[in-house]
């Protein structure tokens, strides 16, 4: 789905376009920056926006994210999980802006946006060997739920991961 865009102290995001195939590409495409993620490897930009052609009609809200200066940080999204009543979301940062805070930015920024809309309940997964990612679920208030694992979609790779909850009244 698209939004208007949300503007945080240090960040923009707003929607992802079919434009942005090449910027995605570079993380999601990139073995090490797209290790965790549970998306497949993509292949190259233009696979990208064959995905994206109906990205309108997606379910979830995918963000690009920029500094305040047009500096590319990033991608993340939101969206309803099994039910319209829990959300589920996920980021990924450019490598040489890891460790600046800016996946907590953007997960709160997400988290505040769909309270707005009416959503009480988030859910996110992380591989456990990515423990910066659970440290940034902490810093969003979120509390460990149950351990789990998923298998990164196209590959045989099975991690074993944490899943965390929020609820907000």
């Known amino acids: 789905m698209l939004t208007s865009t949300i503007t945080t102290e240090r960040l923009m995001l707003r ?3 079919q434009e942005d195939a090449e910027l995605a590409f570079s993380i999601w495409g990139d073995a090490k920056q797209g290790k965790y993620l549970q998306d497949p490897y993509y292949s190259s930009a233009e696979e990208l926006r064959g995905l994206f052609k109906n990205i309108h009609k997606w379910s979830d809200y995918p963000f690009m994210v920029f500094t305040e200066k047009g500096q590319f940080v990033g991608t993340c999204s939101i969206g309803p999980e099994d039910t319209n009543e829990l959300w ?4 990924c940062v450019v490598k040489e ?6 996946a907590t930015e953007m997960a709160k920024a997400m988290i505040k946006f769909a309270h707005r809309l009416g959503i009480h309940d988030f859910m996110a997964e992380y591989a456990i060997e990515n423990s910066a990612s659970g440290r940034v679920l902490e810093k969003c208030g979120m509390h460990f739920e149950r351990a789990s694992s998923f298998k990164k979609s196209g590959t045989d790779f ?3 991961s944490n899943i965390y909850s929020l609820h907000l009244a």
């Open 88 to 91: 589920g979301f996920g980021y």
């Open 15 to 17: 929607s992802m376009t």
């Open 97 to 102: 802006e890891q460790g600046k805070g800016y």
């Open 158 to 160: 099975v991690y074993p």
